[in-house]
T-cell receptor, first 109, second 115 residues
């Protein structure tokens, strides 16, 4: 089982600010990286995936990958109260996803 | 259906009781996964099916856990002689295929509480 580490938080940010979430992984050979959002009592929902080093932007979300440092991050710009959730980092090996414990984000209005 | 459907959504079992959790994946999805999510943790892999074949059951925590997908669509996760440590959310997920690049879609989960 691949090890995926995240800061558990909670991370509290004011509305309109940038939320920065970090994730490290242990397997240098990992190729696919995912960020899922999970609202309390709901299923994980895919918000971003990234395969190549560098940045990938989708709306207010930016995923950053640095394979040399075995580090992947997620930035949420212009944070909204609706972004309050737990964010799960996941690494995929062939078919299997390995998840971190998640970072809980609270956006203060 | 439009998404992955799981039932029951909530189950309270007495310790020692057997439970069966059902998953109906997205139509046409070849791959089906079961994950276990304890409170405050990320999902942990249990088992993987490609069609009716169970290709990986390395995450099943004990021989009390059994999963099947006999016709390559609906799957059932069975837990025998439930213990308190089995209390968790059991998430089913499916994807078109199992290879990288295919999005994995999760169901809402079956919340199991063992008392």
């Amino acid at each position: 089982q691949k090890e995926v580490e995240q800061n558990s938080g909670p991370l509290s940010v004011p509305e309109g600010a940038i939320a920065s979430l970090n994730c490290t992984y242990s397997d240098r050979g990992s190729q696919s990286f995912f960020w899922y959002r999970q609202y309390s009592g709901k299923s994980p929902e895919l918000i971003m995936f990234i395969y190549s080093n560098g940045d990938k932007e989708d709306g207010r979300f930016t995923a950053q990958l640095n394979k040399a440092s075995q580090y992947v991050s997620l930035l949420i710009r212009d944070s909204q109260p609706s972004d309050s959730a737990t964010y799960l980092c996941a690494v995929k090996d062939d078919y299997k996803l390995s998840f971190g414990a998640g970072t809980t984000v609270t956006v203060r209005a | 259906g439009a998404g992955v459907s799981q039932s029951p959504r909530y189950k309270v079992a007495k310790r020692g009781q057997d439970v069966a959790l059902r998953c109906d994946p997205i139509s046409g999805h070849v791959s089906l996964f079961w994950y276990q999510q304890a409170l405050g943790q990320g999902p942990e892999f249990l088992t993987y099916f490609q069609n009716e074949a169970q290709l990986d059951k390395s995450g099943l925590p004990s021989d009390r856990f059994f999963a099947e997908r006999p016709e390559g669509s609906v799957s059932t996760l069975k837990i025998q002689r439930t213990q308190q440590e089995d209390s968790a959310v059991y998430l089913c997920a499916s994807s078109l295929t199992g290879i990288s690049g295919n999005t994995i879609y999760f169901g809402e989960g079956s919340w199991l509480t063992v008392v």
